[in-house]
């Protein structure tokens, strides 16, 4: 093969370079504050650099030169090429992987899959995947309850700081009682629980090895469908080899698919080539333009790279037809896809294949779309994708500031000039509570949930009408209180997040708008049959039916697929809004909703005992309550505890501070202190997050310091729960220091100097709630159990005095 220096010639384009911080690229990649150079092209993102990293094997770490990686990774491709070739091919690979047209794809493992299942092992299968599926889950829920009752049963002895009689006996051990009825109740074998017990009794707190292995999963295996089954089918009538008839077949294949989204249907025959290199369509249109040469030429130079190992694939078709402003839905767009493919078959040595790439292949690429899919998402990560910006030169820069502040918003509540924004700026709402609105938007959280009783304030609610109880009942829904329509939220959302689509801007064209709308299921399959018929190969077509379709429009769908001569299909369906609910479920109303409960009644020694349960009720926390503020820090990480109590000492709400951490990990903290407090006050016991979240384990974690009672967590929640079940249920097992847990004076070193009887009531009382009228004869003293220790302590030094 004679090969032309398209990309390293007198005419080839010019790439620019420049150094970036490696450490802007990824965060995640170095230590923060590390930052490393590295010289990459100018038009490579983050994902470019990454994806271009995990194919060459370049540690990114240590700096330098991308493109030295890449030419290397060029002349490994070219390596058992004609010598004669060989040079100008690598230069050649390698400023077309710069210029982002094509990349080396990783074989996956499944490239060789199992056969296809006829018709007449067609219920088997099915059988096998629904008994898979239902096993797995069972399995995974079952070895994961079973984990954390065993390490709890584990954690709750060697916690303990009795003697060993006391801390494995869960008769003396608290603790461990609560751990083995807990993990008896959720159906833990009585001999792992010994089990447990006794390793622990030996230093051995892990679980028994094996808990977390499971079956390995079926490989995929698709299902074959022949046209005389779907003929059949039409016709209601038996078909040879089958106990059932055609259409309950079909009927059973299309819920085992509506509900596990498999199997895969073949339909005709279909190559088994994995893509070994993939060429990007999109990188080849210009100015609106295909460049059909350059096209050319990429195909037979990758194609000769990939024959070797596989096909060449192609991807980021929906994409070029964008840029070419061809509406997915055309019959123009059809056409050109169609030759598109046969343009690569003509000029490839290698067979052509639709299937999708690997990850790092689909990051180094900037890939918008995969295989023939359409693009899903035109707008990410508050940006609209290349190719959507791109087809939107073709509006003029006016249309296309419209279009993108339509797409994706303003980021913020400046401009907005809603009427029910500037009546709550009168009523109170300041520039600090709109700094704090505008970080919890900026985070990506939507409008309605960033106006909060937290962000608002008390004190504007009441200036608006709210009563406390009502400003509680509100919840999430403190717009809607305030009076706020649905209609003005809505256009608010509009307004700061934009609407993630193009298609319905009225600053665009009818014909642009087209480009940009998404396409029906039929529309997708007109796609793959214009092509499969061009190619003669499959377009590894999967479809995403919507989560309210039911299963007869499953069973259509694949009747559809079959008549229009697809060689075979993926269908699954998307979830329903049910996902978005159960997610989103809140727990303001007490249970998800009123409840009819029946009343038992029973007789003991003649007296009647009526149980009746209600709904659960929120307990209203006192206006002004009591507290502490705890300042610890946890393996080098500071971390602030306030807690509010109710009139009764009891604990009703948390706050978590965490100063030096990610705002998305603050938010993170914060919410689920709101959600603990929730709990609290609709009644969870306090022991049963305690016994929760302690003994969790994720960074950070390591020694503890400020904390007189605990000197080492295991995580930032396993330090939390840890003080609160020690100053709130007398946790002794849960505290680490050297002085008595439950003498409120104990500080931990230096215990044996303090006055354990008696304290200053100044140091736990606190001098702003009491008001300043703290009474000088109030002495604290310690408990009963902990007077008599002392006293005892007292008296044995008495003792060694006297001998």
């Known amino acids: 093969m004679a090969l032309d220096p398209r990309l390293t010639g007198p005419e080839a384009p010019h790439t620019d370079w420049e150094t970036r911080d490696l450490s802007l690229a990824d965060p995640d990649a170095l230590e923060a504050g590390t930052p490393v150079p590295l010289r990459v092209p100018a038009h490579f993102d983050a994902a470019s650099i990454l994806g271009f990293a995990a194919l060459t094997g370049y540690e990114l770490d240590r700096g330098g030169d991308l493109e030295q990686a890449i030419t290397e990774l060029a002349e490994r491709i070219v390596s058992q090429w004609d010598q004669d ?76 700081d009795g003697t060993p009689e006391e801390c494995f006996d869960p008769r003396r051990n608290r603790a461990l009682a609560r751990a083995v009825r807990a993990a008896r109740r959720d159906g833990a074998p009585d001999a792992m629980i010994e089990r447990a017990i006794s390793r622990a009794r030996q230093g051995i707190t892990e679980v028994e090895a094996g808990l977390d292995l499971s079956p390995p999963a ?5 299902l074959r469908l022949s046209p005389d089954c779907f003929d059949a089918e039409a016709a209601d009538e038996a078909l040879d080899g089958l106990d059932e008839t055609p259409r309950a077949l079909l009927a059973r294949i299309a819920e085992t698919i509506w509900t596990h989204g498999t199997p895969r249907l073949e339909f005709k025959p279909q190559d088994k080539h994995e893509p070994a290199a993939v060429l990007n369509l999109a990188a080849f249109v210009t100015g609106g333009e295909l460049n059909r040469d350059a096209l050319a030429h990429a195909a037979a130079l990758w194609g000769r790279a990939a024959e070797p190992a596989g096909a060449l694939g192609l991807a980021n078709m929906a994409a070029a037809l964008m840029r070419l402003h061809l509406a997915y839905d055309s019959d123009a767009a059809r056409e050109t896809a169609a030759s598109l493919v046969t343009l690569v078959q003509d000029h490839s040595p290698a067979p052509v294949s639709l299937k999708a790439p690997d990850g790092p292949c689909c990051d180094a690429l900037g890939l918008d779309s995969i295989s023939i899919h359409p693009i899903a998402n035109l707008v990410r990560a508050g940006d609209l994708t290349k190719s959507a910006r791109i087809a939107l030169d073709a509006a003029g820069d006016e249309a296309s500031r419209a279009a993108i502040r339509h797409a994706t918003g303003r980021g913020t509540l400046s401009g907005l000039g809603a009427d029910w924004l500037s009546a709550l700026q009168r009523q109170g709402l300041d520039d600090e509570d709109l700094a704090r609105i505008e970080a919890m938007i900026a985070d990506g959280m939507a409008v309605r949930h960033a106006f909060n009783r937290w962000t608002v304030g008390e004190e504007i609610a009441r200036r608006c009408g709210l009563a406390p109880e009502q400003l509680e009942a509100a919840g999430a829904g403190l ?33 642009l708008r087209a480009v940009f709308a998404t396409p029906s299921l039929e529309a997708r399959l007109a796609m793959a049959a214009g092509i499969e018929a061009a190619s ?38 998307e979830g329903d809004a049910l996902y978005d609910l159960l997610n989103t479920i809140e727990f303001e109303g ?97 022991e049963e997050f305690v016994d929760a979240y302690v003994f969790t384990r994720f960074e950070p974690a390591g020694p503890v310091e400020g904390n007189d009672s605990i000197q080492y967590a295991t995580s930032i929640l396993d330090y939390l729960f840890r003080e609160l079940g020690t100053s709130y249920l007398g946790r002794e097992d849960l505290a680490q220091s050297d002085g008595p847990k439950s003498d409120p004076a104990a500080l931990g070193d230096g215990v044996a100097k303090e006055k354990i009887v008696e304290a200053d009531p100044s140091k736990f009382i606190s001098k702003g709630f009491s008001r300043g009228q703290l009474p000088d004869n109030v002495v604290m003293l310690a408990g009963p159990r902990k007077a008599r220790a002392a006293q005892a302590g007292r008296a044995g030094a008495l003792d060694e005095e006297e001998d």
């Open 218 to 222: 079926p490989r995929a295996q698709s």
């Open 479 to 511: 717009l809607e209180a305030f009076g706020v329509s649905a209609e003005d939220i809505e256009a608010a959302e509009r307004f700061v997040h934009g609407t993630g689509q193009l298609d319905a801007c009225s600053a665009l064209s009818p014909e």
């Open 590 to 686: 007490g249970d998800y909703g009123r409840r009819e409960f029946v009343a038992e009644e029973r007789v003991v020694e003649k007296v009647v005992e009526r149980m009746v349960e209600g709904p659960a009720r929120r307990r209203k926390l006192p206006d002004r309550r009591k507290g502490y503020i705890q300042k610890a820090t946890v393996g080098g990480h500071k971390v602030y505890l306030h807690t509010g109590e109710f009139d009764d000492g009891e604990l009703g709400e948390i706050f978590i501070d965490m100063h030096k951490e990610g705002a998305a990990f603050r938010s993170l903290m914060n919410n689920f202190a709101i959600a603990i407090s929730i709990g609290l006050q609709y009644g969870v016991p306090l």
């Open 85 to 160: 070739d060989r040079k100008l091919a690598a230069a050649e690979l390698a400023a077309s992987m710069i210029r982002c047209e094509a990349a080396p794809n990783s074989m996956r493992e499944d490239h060789h899959p199992l056969p296809p299942v006829g018709l007449s092992h067609a219920r088997a299968l099915l059988d096998d995947v629904n008994a898979h599926a239902a096993g797995s889950a069972a399995a995974d829920l079952g070895a994961r309850v079973l984990r954390e009752r065993l390490e709890s049963v584990a954690s709750a002895c060697v916690n303990c």
């Open 536 to 573: 003669g190969q499959s377009c590894d077509l999967e479809l995403a039916v919507p989560g309210s379709a039911g299963i007869d429009e499953v069973s259509r769908l694949i009747v559809s697929c079959a008549r229009r001569g697809l060689h075979g299909v993926t269908l699954r369906r």
